[in-house]
C-alpha cells in the first residue's frame, strides 16, 4: 500500500509496518499541491476569523459595542464563513480535477492515485 496526503507520503509492507515521510521543504513538493494547501490553509484562517467575529457580535456578549457594531461584525463572520467554504471547496476541486486528469490519462506511466473517503467528506 502507498498513499500520500498534503503533508507526508506512506507505505505499509506486507508485514503491516507503515513508514511514513514527511515532505521535507516547501519547494519541493508539487505545483498542485501547494495550491490546495494553500486554499485549505486560507480556509482555515478565513473561518477561523468568523468565528472569532461571530462570537463577538453575538446578543449575548458583552464585547463589541453597541448593536449596530455587533451587527456589522455578524455580517462580516457570516460572509467569512461563505469565503471560507469557498476557499475549501476550490481547494477540493483542484486536488480532484489534478487525481482525476492523472488517473484518466492512458499515457501517464507513474502510480496512479484515486479518490479517496476524505475527499468526498471534505466536499459534503
Same mark, same amino acid.
Given at each position: 500500500?502507498?498513499?500520500?496526503?498534503?503533508?507526508?507520503?506512506?507505505?505499509?509492507?506486507? +508485514?503491516?509496518? +507503515?513508514?511514513?515521510?514527511?515532505?521535507?521543504? !516547501?519547494?519541493?513538493?508539487?505545483? /498542485?499541491?501547494?495550491?490546495?494547501?494553500? !486554499?485549505?490553509?486560507?480556509? !482555515?484562517?478565513?473561518?477561523?476569523?468568523?468565528?472569532?467575529?461571530?462570537?463577538?457580535?453575538?446578543?449575548?456578549?458583552?464585547?463589541?459595542?453597541?448593536?449596530?457594531?455587533?451587527?456589522?461584525? !455578524?455580517?462580516?463572520?457570516?460572509?467569512? /464563513?461563505?469565503?471560507?467554504?469557498?476557499?475549501?471547496?476550490?481547494?477540493?476541486?483542484?486536488?480532484?480535477?489534478?487525481?482525476?486528469?492523472?488517473?484518466?490519462?492512458?499515457?501517464?506511466?507513474?502510480?496512479?492515485?484515486?479518490?479517496? +473517503?476524505?475527499?468526498?467528506?471534505?466536499?459534503?
Amino acid at each position: 500500500w502507498y498513499w500520500s496526503s498534503l503533508w507526508k507520503a506512506c507505505f505499509t509492507d506486507s +508485514t503491516s509496518v +507503515t513508514n511514513c515521510q514527511d515532505f521535507p521543504v !516547501l519547494w519541493s513538493v508539487d505545483n /498542485h499541491i501547494q495550491i490546495v494547501r494553500g !486554499l485549505l490553509m486560507g480556509a !482555515l484562517s478565513v473561518g477561523m476569523l468568523g468565528f472569532v467575529l461571530s462570537l463577538i457580535g453575538m446578543e449575548c456578549t458583552f464585547l463589541g459595542g453597541k448593536d449596530k457594531a455587533k451587527y456589522r461584525k !455578524l455580517f462580516t463572520g457570516g460572509v467569512c /464563513h461563505i469565503i471560507s467554504g469557498f476557499l475549501a471547496a476550490s481547494g477540493y476541486a483542484v486536488y480532484a480535477k489534478y487525481v482525476s486528469g492523472e488517473y484518466f490519462n492512458p499515457y501517464f506511466d507513474g502510480l496512479k492515485f484515486d479518490l479517496g +473517503t476524505p475527499l468526498f467528506l471534505g466536499w459534503v
